[in-house]
């Protein structure tokens, strides 16, 4: 690792300002050819002194275009000249520091696009294992854990639990709660809430999973359940890995492709509604209170909204648009008491889900964490519908940060 500093050694008070995750996003989400603004930020991160902002940027943009060895070493060039950041806000307002982790876009919740173009200033301090923290901090008015729950997180969210334990200012996300949130401790947290469906999701090494492509093993006893299942290495996400695994014929192959060391296992559940679609929601939880961000629908059980093929359906909007509109009227009160009792159960400030619901009408939960997307990216021609609820999501986020910042409350481990 490359040497961390651990003060500040800027000529001036105000932390570097990148270009930022959710403006770069934008434009490669548009299309748009960064290749002649990643030689633009070349030559500032070459420059003498260099520029911790360019080495920053540049490490997005890596990962933007599949690139994430390099994105790993930038990011680590730039910690180790800078390990505090900000996004401006548009006139003053709320300070809000975030706690942040080195490592990919899975590593933090993204805040930056849920806090761009309001007023509220965001420094990012990244948190290095073993590294006190850079000296002097931004003042702040509320703290937030932005480290998500990443294996290779862990020791940060350990460092931070004694951190923020006699924190002065309040902070949300306590990072011990967050630390539970792996696939198989959302599990254990919320698997007997009434009205929820969580598959059991076992962690199991990779010798194990071996093991259980020989056709004589006793699968339900090894792991208490049966095929069909999915599989999938643990900590990936966005469907890297994740299979059907229908049979024991097929274990040996998939590990073939696949040289993780430990994977989850989890039944699967066939959540097809009656027309034989697939329907998946990502649902955010902003103090206490359920919001809708987006809703897929797919021939195939693994849906991602960018492999759904939203943009060529205008009748998959149009149910979207609707599910968006009658969320508060049907959906949250169809689930009032499994979205309360995951929100009390989990115990944080903010934290995403993505779910569907069973042919009985519960609630199937797939994930839940503080680190997925929630963005407002889409073209406004096919998606007039999603910026207004998107909107109204940003405003509840930045009110919980206003709320909290009149409190002293200490952070709970």
């Not at 603004?37 to 911790?52: F, G, Y």
């Not at 902070?171 to 401790?185: E, F, I, S």
Request: charged share 20%; hydrophobic share 45%; with cysteine.
């Amino acid at each position: 690792m490359a040497i961390i500093r651990t003060s500040s050694e800027s000529v001036t008070d105000t932390p570097p300002e990148p270009i930022g995750l959710a403006r770069l996003s934008k434009l490669a989400f548009d299309g748009c050819d960064l290749a002649p603004l990643a030689d633009e930020l070349s030559a500032r991160a070459l420059a003498v002194p260099p520029d911790p902002a360019a080495l920053m940027d540049l490490s997005t943009i890596a990962q933007l275009t599949g690139r994430r060895a390099d994105r790993m070493m930038l990011q680590m060039g730039a910690l180790s000249i800078e390990r505090i950041y900000r996004q401006p806000s548009v006139d003053g307002g709320l300070r809000l520091l975030a706690f942040m982790a080195p490592g990919d876009f899975l590593a933090n919740t993204p805040l930056e696009f849920m806090l761009q173009d309001t007023n509220v200033t965001l420094d990012m301090v990244y948190v290095v294992p073993g590294f006190p923290l850079p000296q002097p901090l931004p003042a702040h008015d509320v703290a937030i854990v932005a480290a998500t729950e990443l294996a290779e997180n862990q020791p940060v969210l350990d460092q931070l639990a004694m951190l923020v334990a006699t924190w002065p200012r309040p902070v949300l996300n306590a990072p011990g709660r967050v630390a539970r949130l792996t696939r198989d401790g959302a599990w254990a947290l919320l698997h007997s809430v009434p009205g929820v469906v969580y598959p059991a999701n076992v962690r199991i090494d990779r010798v194990h999973l071996g093991t259980l492509g020989i056709e004589a093993t006793n699968i339900a006893e090894m792991i208490g359940f049966d095929f069909p299942m999915i599989v999938r290495p643990v900590d990936s996400h966005a469907g890297h890995g994740l299979a059907f695994i229908a049979e024991p014929s097929a274990i040996g192959p998939y590990l073939n492709d696949h040289p993780a060391r430990e994977f989850f296992a989890a039944p699967f559940v066939d959540y097809r509604s009656a027309d034989g679609l697939y329907r998946k929601y990502r649902v955010a939880i902003i103090d206490g209170r359920p919001y809708a961000c987006h809703m897929a629908i797919s021939r195939h059980w693994m849906i991602h909204y960018l492999n759904a093929g939203m943009m060529e359906s205008a009748e998959k909007r149009a149910e979207e648009a609707r599910f968006m509109a009658e969320f508060d009227r049907h959906f949250a009160p169809r689930h009032v008491a499994a979205l309360a009792g995951i929100a009390e159960r989990i115990g944080l400030d903010y934290v995403t889900m993505d779910c569907a619901e069973t042919r009985d009408g519960r609630l199937l939960v797939f994930e839940v964490g503080n680190g997925m997307i929630v963005h407002a990216m889409d073209p406004p021609e096919l998606f007039p519908y999603k910026a207004p609820q998107i909107r109204k999501v940003f405003a509840a986020f930045e009110a919980m940060l206003r709320n909290a910042s009149t409190t002293r409350r200490p952070a709970a481990a």
